[in-house]
């Protein structure tokens, strides 16, 4: 069996050397093939990663999901508890500030009077390092997200990546929860429920 940290520092070290402008290229895809899919945009209520480094770019997504009229929510980490809150966000520029590992985030302030209940989420969009054919997922080994979508089984768990990151099998473990599409920049992968 392939070791996941092997495979995961693999792919990073892949992701990590595309060219910006490839990065931003596909990303845009990407986000296309998100607004374009109608069971995502069918819902209201989102829950988007903000990208950070070699991430699938999330910005233009999520004021694309804003300009829609949708109610974003982005997380927030709390590294005390290992936990994600969900803080509901009505500008991207004005209501982040960096925050855990300089991840652009919500201040304290607006986690005050903006947290949302997970249970009101219907789409949450993912990151991660490794996906596979199945909608398996690996993140960066904190198990944040993990976490959070095991706590809302009937959200739609949507994680964006580059078809780099696609393995046909990932070493799953058994907290490791699994996806119902992954959107590459060449096409959607069907996985839990779908």
Avoid: W
Wanted: proline share 6%.
């Amino acid at each position: 069996m392939t070791d996941p940290s092997q495979l995961r520092k693999n792919i990073l070290t892949t992701r990590n050397n595309l060219p910006r402008e490839e990065l931003l290229q596909k990303s845009d895809t990407i986000r296309q093939t998100v607004l374009n899919n109608k069971m995502i945009m069918s819902k209201n209520t989102f829950f988007v990663y903000v990208s950070f480094r070699s991430e699938v770019a999330t910005f233009d997504l999520i004021n694309d999901l804003l300009k829609a009229g949708k109610n974003v929510t982005v997380p927030i980490t709390r590294t005390e508890t290992k936990r994600l809150d969900a803080i509901r966000i009505k500008n991207l520029e004005e209501d982040l500030v960096p925050g855990y590992c300089d991840i652009p985030e919500p201040p304290e302030s607006l986690c005050r009077t903006n947290k949302v209940d997970p249970s009101e989420i219907e789409v949450i969009i993912l990151p991660g390092s490794v996906f596979d054919e199945r909608g398996g997922r690996f993140g960066y080994g904190g198990g944040f997200y993990d976490r959070f979508v095991s706590a809302i089984p009937k959200s739609l768990r949507v994680g964006l990546a580059f078809e780099l990151q696609i393995v046909e099998r990932a070493p799953l473990q058994p907290h490791d929860e699994l996806l119902d599409l992954i959107i590459t920049e060449k096409r959607i992968i069907a996985g839990r429920k779908i």
